[in-house]
T-cell receptor, first 113, second 111 residues
Framework: NAGVTQTPKFQVLKTGQSMTLQCAQDMNHEYMSWYRQDPGMGLRLIHYSVGAGITDQGEVPNGYNVSRSTTEDFPLRLLSAAPSQTSVYFC????????????FGQGTRLTVV | GQSLEQPSEVTAVEGAIVQINCTYQTSGFYGLSWYQQHDGGAPTFLSYNALDGLEETGRFSSFLSRSDSYGYLLLQELQMKDSASYFCAGRVEDSNYQLIWGAGTKLIIKP
């Protein structure tokens, strides 16, 4: 049971570079989301998707893009990395938007220098 | 605005009972969830309260009072492996039913 798989686990970027964080789930979940977690703060929602082809913005979407071409995959793209995007990023999935239990990937620790 | 407030840190002794509180200030609230996160790990689901009252899952229990905008997570027979951060999260109508998270409570357990 792979669950939610995120890659890479660690990444260092230079300011202005772009990259894609990968997220895949094998539980046939309709709902997927991306969060960032900063020290002393709870998780903040970046973008989410309620199904293939449907995405929407969360609380902190600026500087990030997403797409959902398949049920399984939900990549997060950083367009032009900034030091303020240094954070830990988590991908999560659940059966549906209102489902109470979310399953998280192991996280990507991103540093922008 | 919408927010969930929790203490930043709680200390307890191995074998004891500890309660982690969560108060919220939001309307259109649809239940309270609790997650555990060990250092360097991912959040994992612990419990959910849709209605007022107590939900019990083994050593962990969670309580919700909508009239008081308040909930708590109760951990019994504390073990060293329970040392982690605990987050409350609420699903709110105004945020398109997305989860709003508290800042987390770091539980320190002493032998």
């Amino acid at each position: 049971n792979a669950g939610v798989t995120q890659t890479p686990k660690f990444q260092v970027l230079k300011t202005g570079q772009s990259m894609t964080l990968q997220c895949a789930q094998d539980m046939n979940h309709e709902y997927m989301s991306w969060y960032r977690q900063d020290p002393g703060m709870g998780l903040r929602l970046i973008h989410y998707s309620v199904g293939a082809g449907i995405t929407d913005q969360g609380e902190v979407p600026n500087g990030y893009n997403v797409s959902r071409s398949t049920t399984e995959d939900f990549p997060l793209r950083l367009l032009s990395a900034a030091p303020s995007q240094t954070s830990v990023y988590f991908c999560a999935s659940s059966l549906g938007r209102m489902n109470t239990e979310a399953f998280f990937g192991q996280g990507t620790r991103l540093t922008v220098v | 605005g919408q927010s969930l407030e929790q203490p930043s840190e709680v200390t307890a002794v191995e074998g004891a009972i500890v309660q982690i509180n969560c108060t919220y200030q939001t309307s259109g609230f649809y239940g309270l969830s609790w997650y555990q996160q060990h250092d360097g790990g991912a959040p994992t689901f612990l419990s959910y309260n849709a209605l007022d009252g107590l939900e019990e899952t083994g050593r962990f229990s969670s309580f919700l009072s909508r009239s008081d905008s308040y909930g708590y997570l109760l951990l019994q027979e504390l073990q060293m492996k329970d040392s982690a951060s605990y987050f409350c999260a609420g699903r709110v109508e105004d945020s398109n039913y997305q989860l709003i998270w508290g800042a987390g409570t770091k539980l320190i357990i002493k032998p």
